[in-house]
C-alpha cells in the first residue's frame, strides 16, 4: 500500500526558514521521481518542486532560488527546505511521485507563514 507521511510544518515568521519531511512506504522510492506539491485555502494543489531518481532537481517559478529539496534513499525520505518564506508560501504541503501523483496522498503538513 502506498503511504507518505509528511511532517515539519508550522508557523513560521515571514523571512524565515523550514524543512519539510516525507516518509514514503509501499514504492520502490529509489527509482521513483519525486516530487512537492502545495495547496492554498480556495486554491488547487501545485507543484512545488521536484527530484528525480538521479538526483536532478526542478522548482516552480515562484519558490526558485528559495527552496531546495532532496532525498534519502536509504530512509524513503524526501526533504522540501524552503527559506525565506513568504505570506503566498502558507499552504499544505504534500509529497507524492512527480509528474503522476498516486491516488493515494498523505495528511499533508501545514506551514503558515506569519507577516
Known amino acids: 500500500q502506498v503511504r507518505f507521511v509528511e511532517s515539519g510544518g508550522g508557523v513560521v515568521q515571514a523571512g524565515g526558514s523550514r524543512r519539510l519531511s516525507c516518509a514514503a512506504s509501499?514504492?520502490?522510492?529509489?527509482?521513483?521521481?519525486m516530487a512537492w506539491y502545495r495547496q492554498a485555502p480556495g486554491k488547487e494543489r501545485e507543484f512545488v518542486a521536484r527530484i528525480n531518481s538521479s538526483g536532478s532537481t526542478n522548482f516552480a517559478d515562484s519558490v526558485k532560488g528559495r527552496f531546495t529539496i532532496d532525498r534519502d534513499n536509504t530512509r524513503n525520505e524526501v526533504y522540501l527546505e524552503m527559506n525565506s518564506l513568504k505570506a503566498e508560501d502558507t499552504a499544505t504541503y504534500y509529497c507524492?511521485?512527480?509528474?503522476?501523483?498516486?491516488?493515494?496522498w498523505g495528511q499533508g503538513t501545514q506551514v503558515t507563514v506569519s507577516s
Open positions: 509501499g514504492i520502490s522510492f529509489s527509482s521513483i521521481h
Open positions: 507524492n511521485r512527480a509528474n503522476i501523483p498516486y491516488p493515494d
